[in-house]
């Protein structure tokens, strides 16, 4: 299934066709690590039935970005150097000292790294219209995948939304006012901080946003930095004061409307990401639209058509 959690989100300045995408990610693909390397990413299938590196229908484009991290924690290689050290001190009756025990620690990390488990991770992303979505609420792993589409694509210009309106001082007017504007509804959680030294931070779950209680805390100065949303009666989020997305849920209607399109994978999969990436790409522009739009720099930015009439030399 390819139903998103979350979803970080990027502006996109243009959008290369499927065909060039496919061809240069291609050629990153990603090979598991190395015997001494700590880490490896690349590119795979955005789905086990499929063989190529981006899958594409009306126009969107998902790719999914693989890595893979060796896990080797310190504690191991502390103990085995400090076995090695006193196995040197008791045979040779000498103290070993600090440039020593650095190249000793070295020596035993490079003997470990080959043999240390990997712990893999995926994050996916699509690409539509002037937007970039990726499925992860890790700003560090959102940027790792767009970093990796610029080393494919130079210069590939993304960049974070910025709109006219903080989401942060939108969301405390929202709660100060009972409600969120279009096709937005108040759910039942939030996140408030303090701005001052002492930093206090209050965490609501399943409570009427409407109360008292919590225009109290909006009035001795309290900000909302988290805030669970409802959009159209179709999907249900958080939003957080970087405009990201997190613990996304698709309500019923969306559901169901999904198992509709047929019983093997091929057909599910191609159904649920169309609908899936049909409604995030309009909740994201409703959100941005109720923000204040985005700020002129990147509102005046052309936006690009659909992948299968975009003709753009992209160097490899």
Same mark, same amino acid.
């Given at each position: ?9 990027y502006?996109l300045?243009?959008l290369?066709?499927?065909a060039k ?8 693909p990603?090979k598991? /690590?190395?015997?001494?390397?700590? =880490? ?24 999914r ?6 896990v080797?924690p ?6 085995s150097?400090?076995a ?12 070993v000292g600090?440039?020593e025990k ?13 043999r240390?488990?990997?712990k893999s991770? /995926? ?15 890790s ?5 790792a ?8 694509l130079?210069? =590939? ?5 910025r ?5 942060h001082?939108?969301?405390t007017?929202w709660?100060?006012?009972g409600?969120?504007p ?22 609501v779950? *399943?409570?009427?946003?409407?109360s008292d209680?919590? *225009? ?13 949303l ?5 999907v249900? =989020?958080?939003?957080?004061d ?9 309500l019923d209607?969306?559901q ?7 019983d093997? *994978?091929?057909?599910?999969f191609e ?17 941005v ?10 509102a005046?930015?052309p936006?690009?058509?659909?992948a ?9």
């Amino acid at each position: 299934m390819v139903w998103f959690n979350n979803a970080s989100i990027y502006r996109l300045g243009e959008l290369p066709t499927e065909a060039k995408l496919a061809e240069v990610l291609a050629k990153r693909p990603f090979k598991p /690590c190395a015997g001494l390397d700590w =880490f490896s990413e690349g590119w795979v299938a955005p789905a086990a039935h499929q063989d190529s590196v981006v899958y594409a229908s009306r126009g969107r484009l998902l790719v999914r970005l693989k890595r893979d991290d060796k896990v080797l924690p310190g504690a191991v290689i502390r103990d085995s150097v400090d076995a090695k050290v006193k196995e040197i001190e008791d045979k040779e009756m000498r103290k070993v000292g600090r440039k020593e025990k650095l190249a000793l620690k070295e020596q035993i990390t490079d003997d470990l790294l080959p043999r240390a488990f990997t712990k893999s991770g /995926c994050v996916s992303a699509f690409m539509s219209g002037r937007w970039l979505i990726a499925d992860t609420s890790s700003a560090p792993r959102a940027e790792a995948l767009v970093s990796k589409l610029r080393e494919a694509l130079p210069p =590939f210009p993304a960049a974070l939304p910025r709109t006219k309106i903080a989401p942060h001082t939108a969301m405390t007017d929202w709660l100060a006012a009972g409600e969120a504007p279009g096709g937005f509804e108040l759910d039942e959680d939030a996140v408030l901080k303090d701005g001052s030294e002492n930093g206090a931070e209050v965490r609501v779950r *399943r409570i009427d946003l409407t109360s008292d209680e919590i *225009r109290q805390h909006i009035a001795t100065g309290k900000q909302v930095a988290k805030l669970g949303l409802i959009w159209n009666e179709k999907v249900r =989020f958080q939003l957080t004061d970087s405009l990201q997305l997190k613990r996304i849920q698709y309500l019923d209607v969306l559901q169901e409307e999904a198992s509709q399109a047929g019983d093997d *994978r091929e057909s599910l999969f191609e159904a649920t990401f169309i609908l899936m990436s049909e409604e995030l790409g309009e909740l994201v522009e409703d959100l941005v639209e109720v923000l204040g739009g985005l700020e002129e720099s990147q509102a005046s930015a052309p936006i690009p058509g659909p992948a299968e009439a975009e003709e753009v030399p992209w160097p490899i």
